[in-house]
């Protein structure tokens, strides 16, 4: 019999999560019960997948980058993929602004409403806003300075030091690249054999896939908030999942008139990862299926994809970006607050740094929106806004966040000549 493909595979597990879900709600014992026996095997697949996702940073980008020529071609690389990650966040938060206006969500929300809301939902807003202030207060070097790590051990064992742990690798990478090859090839046999061994555990990983889908959607149905609040904000949802809807569009545009794939080799290639950042609400937990949907099935070379794709799923969030436009023009309709052309350039660019400073986990977006928000003059307490709908939200924007990464990598790898025909089977 031949074997279901991985996308189905993870789209069932996550259909009967959700039915589950549903099914347990009905009984006053079934959020308790999928506490204590469902919810815990999803978060041992998303460990699982954090326990791999530093390991396969250090092995890939260290091999991708000692496999290169030499240093011009790194700069080469490195040059295109920053410009194309700033230019993609760019036009995200444009295309979040142009929505979010045009639409107007927040000129919907009923007085009554927005009291409930803001009363509800405070304790989670100043939570974020408790996080928020401890990010601002650092000064404007800060983020530079984090970069590099005064110890690699440290570095390597938080998973939120993803950029120290990137900075070593490359520079370590570069340090193979200047010394004579035979005094090299002993190092860069141990990488080649270490990466064989992380890509197979990634396999293992992934047949748990499903399974673990499963777990974490039964357990997102069972804990999510009342229906009511859902109806309230639709028009804000609708507004982020239209952006969003319009981002993978132009991704597909940009890749099928760049390295000439169709939008079906390219979605096909990318699908089980995006169900899996679906899942998850994390492209750093979903960044071993992503490399590997990359470089085995969308053609990609090891060399650019072990670079754009680590670097991407910390930086390069767009997804987070054009949310964050959508939220804080909400919130300030919502409050009847005018938000004159000047405001919102300022949006365009608090929301682009914002997003390359929001970890790749779950709800990090909206610890930096705090920050987008207090930029533009927009009461921080507005945030309890759209907390009902933050979750559901986040896996959407997950999922555009590591789709840029997947477009930007390809059309790298074009203009390097590293993308290889590939036939895809599953
Ligand atoms: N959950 C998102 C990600 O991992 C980040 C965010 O927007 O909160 O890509």
Known sequence: MRKLALYWQILIGMLLGVLLGLVLSQFGWGSQFVQDWIKPFGNIFINSLKLIAIPLILGSLIKGIS???????????????????????????????????????????????????VTRYASDASQKQADAQRQRESGPLQALEDIVPDNIFNAAANNTNMLQVIFFAIFFGIGMILIPEKQVEPVKRFIDSFNYVILKLIDIIMMAAPFGVFALLTALVTEAP????????????????????????????????????????????IAPAQLLGFSTSSSAATLPLTMERVEEHLGVHKSVASFVLPIGATINMDGTSLYQAVAAVFIAQAFGIHLPFAAQLGIIATATLASIGSAAIPGAGTVMLVIVLAQAGIPEAGLALIFAIERPLDMCRTVVNLTGDAAVSMIVAKSEGKLKEIKQSS
């Not at 099928?256 to 290639?269: A, E, H, L, N």
């Open 67 to 117: 496999d290169l020529k030499d240093i011009s071609q790194l700069s080469s690389i490195g040059f295109k993929t920053i410009a194309l990650y700033i230019l993609t966040t760019l036009i995200a938060v444009s295309v979040g602004l142009t929505v979010v206006n045009t639409i107007a969500p927040g000129k919907h929300i009923a007085e009554e409403t927005r009291t409930d809301l």
């Open 226 to 269: 009342s229906g009511d609040l859902f109806v309230a904000l639709s028009m804000y949802a609708f507004s982020v999942v239209l952006g969003l809807t319009i981002m993978i569009a132009l991704y597909i545009l940009a890749v099928w008139s760049i390295t000439k794939r169709p939008p079906v080799f390219f979605i096909k290639g």
